[in-house]
């Protein structure tokens, strides 16, 4: 029998077993038990979670568990069987901010399913005849963690949001969230972003693949941005993870709202790799020079056939947060800057890596503090591999170090124009 059938007797409605939870007699719950419904299993679901019990099992019944906006409680596992698809209502998430899954100020909140997915439907979002049903934003969301200590998030797979795949902050009376675990998890065709990250301490975000997000900038795979002073950005590592096919950068983060008096940042992407037909590798922007310090550092990454820029350090103010490449490679980047979010604006250049002030009344005047150590560029075209370009009244390049070694028959060169003080990288040609 399949596991959803409802002649098992685990699947079937049963006020016998929903007491036994609410008695503390059962500490896992079943949500069929409540009812399933397969046209909306809101009630359903949302029962199951809100009884108290430790664990709450969805089975697979043969069809989506069709639900609107569902909320997560504390102390709690939610574990989705094999082949579960927990679907959004159509109608149902009329709200800008209206999210599939949102934990708010609660501890302890784990969701496990490998082989589940969970999804919404971007197109009626993005249907512009849908607009009095579906007002337009960006923050409809799948799986929204705002203001949770201690989270577990494994093995889904997360689709089509109207917002994020997962967003990650403040919220529920918390200025952040908190020991956040993401494993083994795809998070696939989002309109806004994979992961957007805006306050946490201590985020882990390992053997993920984050894909096709395209609809609304920034089109990130990952984008880490803190929106005010008081959000943080420290202790988060992506380790092992794989950003495919990202409309913009496959990884961004963004300080420029960091600021001021903001706490020290700690940024770690170490052996990822990103790949996309359409848009760019690592971008790091907007650092003033009342931002933070601490360290953004891509250690062992990889980003191969990227359409865009293989790496951009833009209005970034030497003497804060540094960045910092150790052992990164860039592989045929710089492609062919084929959309908006690729491109730089209107620079002239499309080099592997690419420094560049762009805002310097806005954000800063002076631009630099990279590190790249022992890195290395594979480029077959006839084009400096690091480029710098500026707009007035900027004050040039400050404080970049380090070597690559670059394989490109046509010789190594840098553009670094104006550069000013502690600007010491070396190119290694390699045959």
């Given amino acids: ?35 399933f419904d397969a046209e909306d299993a809101t009630e359903a679901l949302q029962s199951a979670i809100d009884s108290g019990a430790r664990r709450v099992v969805v089975p697979n019944m043969g069809s989506d568990w069709i639900v609107g906006p569902v909320r997560l409680a504390g102390h709690q596992e939610l574990f989705l069987e ?46 512009y005849t849908k607009r009095e049903v579906y007002p337009k934003a960006e923050w409809r969301m799948t799986l929204s963690l705002r203001g949770v200590h201690k989270a577990v998030i494994e093995g889904l797979t997360i689709r089509d949001s109207g917002g994020d795949g997962i967003y990650v902050s403040g919220g529920g009376g918390r200025e952040y969230s908190r020991d956040i675990t993401i494993r083994d998890v795809v998070c696939d065709n989002h309109y806004r972003q994979g992961i957007s990250v ?136 710089g492609t062919g800057l084929t959309n908006a979010f690729a491109r730089v604006d209107s620079v002239d250049t499309q080099a592997p890596l690419l420094i560049y002030n762009k805002r310097p009344e806005a954000i800063t005047t002076t631009h630099g503090g990279i590190d790249f150590i022992d890195c290395e560029i594979l480029d077959g075209r006839d084009r400096p591999f690091l480029a710098a370009r500026q707009e ?37 040609p390699v045959e």
């Fill in 198 to 333: 805006i306050s946490v301490v201590g985020l882990m975000v390992e053997n993920s693949v984050l894909s096709n997000t395209w609809g609304t900038p920034p089109s990130a795979g990952v984008d880490i941005e803190p929106d005010r002073a008081d959000q943080k950005a420290q202790e988060i590592v992506f380790r092992n993870c794989l950003f495919r096919d990202n409309y913009g950068a496959g990884i961004q983060v963004y300080l420029r709202f960091n600021e001021p008096d903001a706490e020290e940042v700690s940024i770690l992407f170490d052996r990822c790799r990103v790949t996309s037909r359409m848009g760019s590798g690592l971008v790091f922007g907007a650092l003033k020079a009342a931002g933070p310090e601490g360290l953004i550092e891509f250690r062992d990454c990889v980003v191969e056939d990227v359409a865009g820029v293989g790496a951009l350090v833009y209005d970034k103010h030497p003497e804060r947060a540094r960045v910092r490449f150790t052992r990164t490679r860039w592989i045929d980047v």
């Fill in 82 to 127: 094999r082949g579960v698809v927990v679907s959004a209502r159509r109608g149902a998430f009329r709200g800008k901010g209206d999210c599939l899954l949102l934990a708010s100020g609660v501890d302890d909140v784990t969701v496990r399913g490998y082989g589940a997915t969970i999804r919404m439907h971007k197109q009626d979002y993005m249907d």
């Fill in 1 to 35: 029998m399949a596991a959803g059938d409802l002649t098992i007797p685990g699947n079937i409605p049963s006020p016998e077993a929903v007491r036994e939870v609410a008695e503390g007699r059962r500490t896992t719950a079943n949500a069929a038990r409540w009812g």
């Fill in 392 to 428: 007035e009244p900027a004050e040039g390049v400050f404080d970049v170090t380090g070597s690559i070694r670059v394989r490109n028959p046509h010789g190594a060169r840098m553009d670094l124009q104006d550069a000013r003080s502690g600007v010491s990288l070396q190119a290694v």
